[in-house]
């Protein structure tokens, strides 16, 4: 009988484990609550267009960081969007450039003096070529 109470007794002793646990969440509590009193600390503080009604207040923290989490991402998702886009446009206008205006030919002009015997040509846009001809 003596047994069956002191193993009764043991069941209804919380364990160490359900200590630290019940000490977490006071803690989270406790940051929660310190989080909020900080939010309408800031509320009071702003100009009065600013403020809002202390029922628009949120308080579900984890709601706003699950929030924030997905803005981040969806703005991660735009931004990589815009990088595909800026990067298939360099390829299109390298194609096309490389396709149309690197395919164009220069025609070759040449400057002869006359009373000189240099010629001058003008080969492409970046080349000049001096020649002597015997006068």
Do not use: Y
């Amino acid at each position: 009988m003596q047994e069956a109470r002191h193993a009764e007794s043991l069941k209804q002793q919380p364990t160490q484990e359900a200590l630290q646990a019940q000490q977490k969440t006071l803690d989270q509590l406790a940051s929660i609550h310190e989080r909020a009193q900080q939010l309408l600390h800031q509320n009071e503080q702003a100009a009065q267009r600013e403020q809002l009604p202390h029922q628009d207040l949120v308080v579900d923290v984890a709601g706003m960081g699950r929030l924030e989490a997905l803005g981040e991402n969806r703005v991660a998702a735009l931004r990589e969007s815009i990088l595909r886009a800026g990067l298939e446009q360099t390829l299109i206008w390298g194609r096309l450039k490389e396709l149309g205006w690197d395919c164009m030919t220069v025609h070759q002009t040449t400057l002869t003096g006359i009373k000189s015997c240099i010629e001058v040509c003008l080969a492409t846009p970046f080349t000049i070529i001096c020649t002597m001809n015997p006068c």
